[in-house]
């Protein structure tokens, strides 16, 4: 009978490695690495400020770029045609930008001045910026935006600390926003920071709440006060030219009489010296011709009037001369 034997054990598998396509892949993988570590991408609205061994290199324009990689080289992208802002003692939740705005605790802090009249007010702005240059911008301060935070905070404090709660909260804002944007352009480019700062727009300001009505109510006496002062210029600017036009028209009307009458006494003057001298050469001619004259000018005037003849006989004959002339022409009688 055949005896059954167990089948033979496997012996050890035996792996072959071949060390040189391991050294290849690996070689290759670095490469892969490196190349795409390398590659960077620089967006249209901004520039790359590129390092080699933190130094700087040289700024990439916008678009596909290659450096060094392995940390030889780096790239700093920074948005240069960007208008971008700062909030203070407000905020507009969502934006991109880390130091836009502060917290709610912070911005209860950041608003609340003292102005130099030391009255308590609540002040809101906006600084409006663009980086300006980049190199400045990356290399010159470790954090340049927080630093301006700082900067603005300190310039609208002063700004609010040397004006009245009254410009301050009514007539004194564009005034305000201009002075602190010239101070604060000037800190800007002394410090070499890079930016360059657009606009200083104030938003609410408000007295605290504590003491909001009271200064309502001196608001409104002011606005009531401006009113009634504004209603009496209108009325003296619609007045006075009135009376001054009338007194101009009523001084050149005299003026204009007594240059007449001037004029009327030297024509008068003239006259008479004509006339006296024509007397003196001839007395008799010259007084019968005033006296014609005079009579002339007199009787036009008397009414119902009858002229006699100092030769006729009787007064009678003459009675006709008042009655209508006859229907037909006739020929007077001579007598």
């Known amino acids: 009978m ?33 190349l795409f570590s390398g590659i960077y991408q620089v967006p249209a609205n901004s520039v790359a400020v590129v390092q080699r061994f933190g130094g700087y290199l040289k700024t990439a324009p916008p678009g596909l770029h290659f450096k060094l990689p392995w940390g030889v080289d780096s790239a700093t992208v920074v948005e240069v045609q ?17 130091y836009q705005y502060t917290d709610y605790e912070e911005q209860q802090q950041e608003k609340n001045m003292v102005t130099g009249d030391l009255n308590a007010v609540l002040v809101e702005w906006e600084v409006q910026y663009h980086v300006e240059d980049p190199v400045a911008y990356t290399f010159n301060f470790r954090e340049p935006l ?17 004006r009245t709660v009254d410009e301050v909260l009514t007539i004194g804002r564009q005034e305000m926003e201009k002075h602190a944007l010239d101070r604060l352009r000037t800190l800007v480019e002394d410090l070499k920071m890079g930016l360059r700062i657009d606009l200083i727009q104030l938003g609410n300001v408000n007295p605290p709440a504590l003491v909001k009505a009271s200064f309502n109510e001196v608001n ?54 004509a006339l006296l001298t024509e007397y003196k050469k001839a007395p008799e001619v010259t007084k019968k011709r005033m006296y014609l004259e005079t009579m002339s000018e007199v009787l036009p005037t008397v009414p119902g009037k009858i002229i006699l003849d100092d030769k006729a006989s009787s007064f009678l004959p003459l009675m006709n001369l008042r009655q209508h002339a006859p229907q037909q022409s006739q020929a007077p009688a001579t007598r």
Not at 82 to 98: M, V
Not at 146 to 162: F, I, K, N, Q, Y
């Open 146 to 162: 927080a630093t301006l935070r700082d900067l603005s905070e300190a310039v609208m404090r002063e700004v609010v600390g040397d």
């Open 82 to 98: 960007r208008q971008q802002k700062l909030e203070f003692g407000t905020a507009t939740h969502g934006a991109t930008n880390f």
């Open 2 to 34: 055949a005896t059954l034997r167990p089948p033979p054990l496997p012996g050890p598998i035996q792996i072959r490695i071949n060390a040189r396509l391991i050294l290849f892949g690996f070689i290759g993988v670095f490469l892969l690495i490196g």
């Open 220 to 273: 409104s006496a002011q606005q009531e006060r401006e009113s009634a002062i504004n209603q009496a210029s209108g009325e003296y600017n619609r007045v006075v030219p009135r009376a001054r036009g009338e007194a101009v028209q009523k001084i050149s009307a005299a003026e204009g009489y007594a240059a007449k009458r001037i004029n009327e006494a030297e024509g008068d003057a003239n006259r008479f010296n």
